[in-house]
Structures are given as structure tokens and as C-alpha cells.
């Protein structure tokens, strides 16, 4: 089976659970969306394909097991244009969770196998260390990496900017601190490190950080939706859903319907989480 296209997107540390099940007749594919009932997914042959769990799936997991964006599933394809069939999901490496609104005792799995998450803040009025505290609690408790990116250099001189990186420093040691502007560019160079082959990142922060500019600008055109903030400097929540995509690698640019283009990277945004209890 020709695996080159799923490497890209993170398939290798996968392969084995999926060549354990000894199932021939199913192919491995990653979740990109969740489109209500049914899920957006990429496998070797099928760049994009919706599918949907099986009803063996539906019937004896829990809510919080079912695929979510991030996952690793086995799938079938479906009859004469019918979504094709989730028959497994693949052992999580990472599941990033939130209490499921309105319920007390139920879990939601917000991305699954995020290998690291940026924790996107601002150098203004955004740049809480309590808040990021809460952050990295969610973080380390999904079992992936954290780190810490602060947007929005340009707007703070550099006492303010140096005062909150050591605010930062003292409540997250050890953790990556990087500081960036999405508006003009700068940090792009070391935050890019993070941005490799096979590597899963999600961005998660409070709403008007800088979340979707940065992606915008990985990508090279307005794939994800800006909104300005207010007069206070508070943000407008942007993103309304889950994606999975790929970001450009080596020196190509993404550019839609070519599919022999080499997808090397991805970033997931992330909805704002409560903070974790």
C-alpha cells in the first residue's frame, strides 16, 4: 500500500497498531473535519473523502472515543457515492480534553494526536501567566508538547515586552517562549523550527491573540477568517470549527487541485478552552 502521502501527514508512528489489525480490506486514513454526522478524511488514494462511524462504532463507544479531527481510522469505501465506513479508531497518541458543555461528567476530545500545541498569546493586553498556567495544565495533562508564542511584539516597546517574557518565563520553566509578530513577519524564522514533516501542531489562545494571522500567513493566502478587536483590545472569536490541513513544504506553495504537491506540514486551530478544573 503506498503510505508516502500519509507519512506526511503523521502516519508513521501509526503504521504498526494499523498493520496489527490484519485488515486487507481497509485502509488507513486521518480525520481532517468534523461536518456534523460525518467527517472530512484524507487516505493514499483519496486526498479528500467524507466517511462516518459504523454503527458498531456508534453503539458500544463512548462520545468521547468516537473519531474526532486529528484521529487515525481504518475505513471502507461506501457504495455508489454513500460516505465510506469507520470501522476503527487507531490508539491516540495525544487527546487534548474539555468538559462537554452542559455536562458535568463528560469529557470532549477537542484534537486528538497533536504532537506539539502553541500556546498563542499577546505582548499587550492579553499576556496573562495565570491564563497560560491553565493552558499548559491542558496541554501536558493530552500528553503533548507545549510552547509558548507571543504575538504582537510590534505593538509594546521593549521594556514591556522584555517584562512580559520574564512574567511568562517564571510560570512556564523549561517550556519554549517565542516571540513573534504575524503583521510583520518577525519570530517567523524560529517559530518555523516547529513547523516540520510529519509534526501535528494546533494553536490554542483567547480570542483576537493572533491565532488565524498566523496561519494565514503559513499558508500564504486568507484561508482563516480575521476579525479586528475592539477598542480595549479584546478579541472576537473567529474560527468556528476544526480543521486539519497541510502547510507548504520545501519551497513549494500550497495552491488548490494539485494533488501530487507534497503535503509536508499541518496546523490545527484550536477552539478557546475553559479553564481546566
Known amino acids: 500500500m503506498e503510505h508516502s502521502i500519509l507519512d506526511s501527514w503523521g502516519f508513521a508512528p501509526f503504521s504498526l497498531a494499523f498493520s496489527s489489525l490484519a485488515r486487507p480490506d481497509l485502509m488507513p486514513a486521518r480525520v481532517l473535519s468534523a461536518l456534523g454526522p460525518r467527517l472530512e478524511v484524507v487516505a493514499a488514494a483519496h486526498p479528500s473523502l467524507f466517511a462516518q462511524p459504523s454503527g458498531r462504532l456508534r453503539h458500544t463507544m463512548a462520545p468521547h472515543q468516537l473519531p474526532t479531527v486529528g484521529d487515525w481510522v481504518t475505513l471502507s469505501p461506501g457504495d455508489a457515492g454513500a460516505a465510506a465506513v469507520i470501522h476503527h479508531v487507531l490508539p491516540r ?21 497533536v504532537d506539539t500545541f502553541l500556546l498563542v498569546t499577546s505582548a499587550n493586553r492579553d499576556a496573562s501567566p495565570r491564563r497560560v498556567e491553565r493552558y499548559l495544565t491542558a496541554v501536558w495533562d493530552s500528553g503533548a508538547a507545549p510552547v509558548i508564542v507571543v504575538n504582537k511584539i510590534d505593538l509594546v516597546d521593549g521594556s514591556a515586552l522584555a517584562a512580559a517574557l520574564a512574567e511568562l518565563a517564571a510560570v512556564a520553566p523549561g517550556v519554549p517562549i517565542v516571540p513573534v509578530s504575524a503583521h510583520s513577519g518577525a519570530g517567523s524564522a524560529e517559530l518555523a523550527a516547529y513547523l516540520r514533516p510529519g509534526h501535528t501542531i494546533a494553536l490554542i489562545g483567547s480570542s483576537g491573540v493572533g491565532k488565524s494571522t498566523l496561519v494565514n500567513r503559513w499558508l500564504g493566502r486568507d484561508h482563516q477568517t480575521v476579525l479586528p478587536t475592539d477598542d480595549n483590545d479584546r478579541g472576537r472569536h473567529a474560527t468556528t470549527r476544526r480543521e486539519l490541513f497541510a502547510l507548504p513544504g520545501g519551497g513549494h506553495r500550497p495552491r488548490r487541485g494539485v494533488r501530487r504537491h507534497r503535503r509536508a506540514r499541518r496546523a490545527l486551530p484550536v477552539p478557546r478552552l475553559p479553564a481546566p478544573r
Not at 93 to 113: C, E
Open 93 to 113: 497518541r495525544t487527546q487534548l480534553l474539555r468538559r462537554a458543555a452542559g455536562r458535568r461528567d463528560q469529557d470532549q476530545v477537542v484534537a486528538a494526536n
